[in-house]
C-alpha cells in the first residue's frame, strides 16, 4: 500500500502536527486516511468520532477499525455530503489530499456544509517551491517520485501564496501556519545546493521558504471564530548552526556539545553558554561553512568575565580583525583557565560573508597577491 507508514506524533511531519491540533472528544471528518494511522491516534488517543472518505477499499477498510463509517469513492464525487448530511463536524481534515484533486478550492467549499460554525479544516499540502524542485527546474530536469513533493499521483500544486489565496477564495480564513522542512538533499529528490553552476549554496540556505516542505493550516469558515492565531512558519530555516564542543578531561568528544541554529546571519551575535563543571577547553565551530567573522570575542565568567585568546584554530588567514576561512568546517579552541565549577562561555562574533563563490574569488585574489610578492 502506497501510503501504509505509522504516525510519529513527536517528530514534525504533517500529520504529526495535524494531530496536535486536535482536541480530545471531537468529531471529525478524514479524507484519503490510507491505513489509518491518523485515525487510530484520534480514536485511541484522543476518543474521537471518525468519519471517513476514502478512495483505496482496501485501504479505507483498514482505517474502518478505527472509525465509526466509511465511504468508498472518490472525493470529487461529492457523495459524502449525502452520506455525512446529519452530522456537523469538529474538524474536516484533508492530509496531503489536496494536491491529488482537480478542484481542491470546489471540495474546500463544500466542507463548509457540514462544518460546525465554531469547527475548523485541517488541511497539509507539499510545497512545489522547495528548493529541492527548484534546482531541478534550473537544470530542466522535471521527474516525478514515487512518493513526496513531486509524488507521481499530484495533479495539483501549491505555494505559500497560492495555497493562501485558494483558502480565502473557497471562504476560509487562516487560524493557524505551520510547516515541516528538510533540506535539498535530506528528502526523495537527491540533489543539492551545489548542483546549480553560478548560484551559490547561500542563495539556497537563505532563500524564503525554500525548505518547507509541507505546509500545514487550519482554516476557519470566519474571522470572528478565530480564538487563537499562529504563524510559526519560517521564511529562512535554520540550516546553519553554531557548535560548542567540550573538553572535560578526555579530549574533545563529539558527542558532548551544545549547539544554536543561526536564523539571521546579518548582524553581530552573542552566543552564551553554561560550561560543563570540569571543563578544561572549548572548541568552537562558528558556523557549517567557510565563512569570514569579524569582531570576534571569547571571554569566561559569569561576573568579572576574562577575555580569552584562541589556542589553535584552522582559519586560513587573519587580516585586518578578520578571521578567513576557506574550509567548510572552521574551528576555534580556547582553553578555560579555571575549571570544577561550572560557568559561563561568552562568544561574540560577526559573520561577514558565508558566500563561497566570495570566498573563492578572495582566495584567488590573494594568492595573486602572495605570488606578486614572492617572486
Known amino acids: 500500500m502506497k501510503y501504509n507508514f505509522d504516525l510519529d506524533v513527536v517528530y514534525n511531519n504533517s500529520l504529526s502536527i495535524i494531530a496536535r491540533q486536535i482536541k480530545k472528544n471531537s468529531t471529525v471528518l478524514e479524507f484519503g486516511p490510507a491505513n489509518g494511522r491518523l485515525t487510530r491516534f484520534m480514536k485511541e488517543n484522543l476518543s474521537c468520532r471518525v ?31 449525502d452520506k455525512y448530511a446529519d452530522i456537523r463536524f469538529d474538524y474536516i481534515i484533508y492530509a496531503d489530499v489536496l494536491e491529488h484533486l482537480h478542484n481542491p478550492k470546489k471540495v474546500l467549499q463544500k466542507s463548509k456544509l457540514l462544518l460546525k460554525e465554531t469547527g475548523s479544516v485541517l488541511l497539509s499540502v507539499p510545497n512545489i517551491a522547495h528548493n529541492s524542485v527548484v534546482i531541478n527546474l534550473i537544470n530542466n530536469k522535471f521527474e516525478y517520485t514515487d512518493i513526496g513533493l513531486l509524488d507521481n499521483t499530484h495533479i495539483h500544486f501549491f505555494t505559500k501564496e497560492s495555497l493562501e489565496q485558494m483558502a480565502l477564495e473557497a471562504g476560509f480564513f487562516p487560524s493557524k501556519r505551520m510547516a515541516a522542512y528538510n533540506e535539498a538533499g535530506d528528502n526523495e529528490i537527491k540533489n543539492s545546493y551545489f548542483d546549480v553552476k553560478g548560484i551559490d549554496d547561500s542563495f539556497w540556505r537563505t532563500r524564503e521558504y525554500g525548505c518547507v516542505y509541507q505546509y500545514i493550516y ?47 546571519i546579518t548582524e553581530e551575535k552573542v552566543f552564551r553558554v553554561e560550561l560543563p563543571a570540569g571543563t578544561k577547553g572549548i572548541k568552537v565551530i562558528p558556523v557549517n561553512s567557510c565563512c569570514i567573522l569579524e569582531n570576534v570575542k571569547a571571554s569566561f565568567g559569569t561576573d568579572n568575565q576574562t577575555e580569552l585568546q584562541y589556542t589553535s584554530s584552522n582559519l586560513d588567514a587573519l587580516e585586518g580583525g578578520q578571521y578567513y576561512f576557506f574550509n567548510e568546517n572552521p574551528e576555534i579552541c580556547y582553553n578555560i583557565p579555571v575549571s570544577g565549577k561550572c560557568t559561563e562561555f561568552s562568544m561574540a562574533l560577526k559573520y561577514v560573508t558565508l558566500s563561497r563563490r566570495d570566498l573563492n574569488l578572495l582566495y584567488d585574489t590573494m594568492i595573486k597577491v602572495k605570488n606578486q610578492y614572492t617572486k
Not at 229 to 253: A, C, L
Open 51 to 81: 468519519y471517513l472518505v476514502e478512495i483505496d477499499e482496501q485501504a479505507g477498510r483498514d482505517a474502518l477499525r478505527y472509525a465509526e463509517d466509511l465511504l468508498v469513492d472518490d472525493i470529487e464525487n461529492f457523495e459524502w455530503l
Open 218 to 264: 487550519e482554516l476557519k469558515t470566519g474571522r470572528e471564530y478565530i480564538s487563537e492565531t499562529v504563524d510559526n512558519i519560517v521564511k529562512y530555516y535554520p540550516s546553519y548552526f553554531i557548535r560548542f564542543i567540550f573538553d572535560t578531561g578526555d579530549g574533545f568528544k563529539e558527542d558532548n556539545f551544545i549547539q544554536y541554529a543561526i536564523e539571521d
